[in-house]
């Protein structure tokens, strides 16, 4: 067989970097956990027009040809209809969140609200690969959902739950984060009071800042929205617009009156910033940092949205975003508002083992060896790892009967601490406690006598660790 052809922006990790990415995600469920989130998980594959509902996400869809196929039969046959079947389009989900409307809505009679989620899982987006965009990767997400109305106080927890999750990863060497916000309706109220009408597409042009610049974003502007060059100059004057205290407010509202674009929505959005960054600055200094020019393309943000970025990694993109969201989980009749925060896990771990920023002390979970003498005796060896695992200690037993010292290196290649090596029968031929024997430490060569049934090894070494690469 040929050597197989990597598919680009299907990450795998070595064992290594799966043990990195394991502690990712334990160290973000049990911060979510901490905060009353409860675990979902969700089906892979949604009707395309559901995922289609909100934003321009057309090309981001992988359709399922094979499985649209045999549901159109089924439903044709579930209608005593086996002729042609109105085709149903089915893709897998490019994101957690439209999945997540549609399960508050199917599910809604059986939710306590307000309804506060994580869910982890895998995605799938028609992304060109790249430095941290996969077409395949986990993302990590939270969500608080209300029926009818959700209180504003949740736009100012969710990010600062999402800057303790990442913050518990500082210790094993993840850069420090910044949580870029701002507010919706900042934006709407102002765009309107300069008279631009289109502020989905205003917002559009304005999230391309960092990817084209302010003279084509400008250009856009008026090619694509018909805004003056005036107009213009003004929304990339709002984009310029950042700092960590609520002096931010009062820049925004001097910009406003500069342009007589004043309005009630624009105050009512600068209100709700104002107490999203006083409140951080409180509760987490430095972390959340207003900055208008964050616009998030989906549609269906109405409030405060977000972005994250790892500080002096800041050309890898956001690997944390989100939003508030009024009528993405809606049936006509009720209206489930909510406010999310997603992060893209494999981003993160990518950066992480690329920049050589963490590492794990072992790719295995395997804390002994237990050598095998001959093979006659394998049994001898078997009993001890039996017993070393059935307290809590992780072992294996040696693949054959080698000397010593090849067993030893096959420790060593697999990054295993120890080597058991079982008791053997004294010169007069009296057989030894099957559990006794010797445990040698490879890193230090400290070698001592030792029962399965008591010995532990030291606490780091039990399972594998995640630590700061220059450890």
Excluded at 334 to 354: A, D, E, F, K, Q
Excluded at 465 to 470: F, G, H, Y
């Amino acid at each position: 067989m040929a050597r197989p052809t990597p598919l680009s922006g299907f990450p795998e990790w070595l064992p290594d970097g799966r043990v990195v990415e394991q502690h990712v995600l334990d160290t973000l469920r049990r911060t979510f956990e901490l905060h009353g989130f409860a675990g979902i998980e969700t089906r892979a594959v949604e009707p395309l027009d559901q995922l289609l509902r909100k934003g321009e996400t057309s090309k981001e869809v992988y359709v399922l040809r094979r499985l649209q196929e045999e549901q159109a039969g089924d439903d044709a046959a579930s209608r005593g209809d086996r002729g042609a079947a109105a085709e149903k389009q089915l893709g897998l989900h490019f994101d957690l969140t439209v999945p997540f409307a549609r399960y508050v809505l199917e599910n809604a009679g059986r939710l306590a609200f307000p309804f506060k989620r994580y869910q982890i899982q895998k995605v799938w987006r028609g992304e060109r690969p790249q430095d941290g965009r996969f077409r395949e990767f986990v993302q990590a997400d939270i969500d608080v959902v209300g029926a009818g109305e959700l209180p504003y106080h949740y736009e100012v927890e969710l990010p600062l739950v999402m800057a303790e999750a990442l913050g518990a990863l500082r210790d094993v060497g993840v850069p420090e984060v910044r949580i870029l916000v701002n507010n919706r309706k900042v934006a709407e109220g102002f765009y309107r009071g300069l008279g631009l009408d289109d502020v989905e597409g205003v917002l559009r042009q304005v999230d391309k800042l960092d990817k084209v610049g302010p003279d084509a974003v400008a250009e856009l502007l008026q090619v694509e929205q018909g805004a003056t060059p005036e107009q213009a100059k003004a929304c990339l004057e709002l984009a310029a617009i950042s700092g960590a205290d609520s002096t931010v407010v009062g820049r925004v509202r001097a910009l406003a009156a500069s342009y007589d674009a004043g309005t009630e929505l624009l105050e009512t959005g600068l209100g709700e910033l104002a107490a999203l960054i006083e409140a951080a600055a409180r509760r987490a200094p430095g972390v959340v940092v207003a900055d208008l020019k964050i616009a998030r393309g989906l549609d269906y943000y109405t409030g405060s949205v977000y972005e994250t970025v790892l500080v002096g990694h800041e050309q890898l993109g956001s690997i944390c975003s989100g939003g508030r969201y009024d009528t993405l989980a809606s049936d006509g009749k009720n209206t489930y508002p909510g406010v999310g925060l997603s992060i893209g896990v494999s981003r993160l771990v990518s950066r992480l083992l690329s920049a050589g920023l963490v590492a794990a002390t072992r790719g295995v979970p395997t804390a002994v060896l237990v050598a095998v003498t001959d093979e006659a005796h394998r049994d001898r060896s078997d009993a001890v790892a039996t017993a070393l695992r059935a307290r809590g200690v992780p072992a294996d037993v040696a693949p054959s009967a080698a000397k010593f010292g090849k067993q030893i290196k096959v420790a060593d290649r697999r990054g295993i601490p120890f080597v058991w090596f079982p008791a053997q029968p004294g010169e007069d031929g009296t057989e030894p406690a099957v559990l006794s024997g010797e445990v040698k430490d490879i890193r230090s060569g400290e070698q001592v006598d030792a029962d399965a049934a008591t010995w532990q090894p030291p606490a780091e070494d039990l399972f594998p660790r995640v630590v700061p690469a220059a450890e």
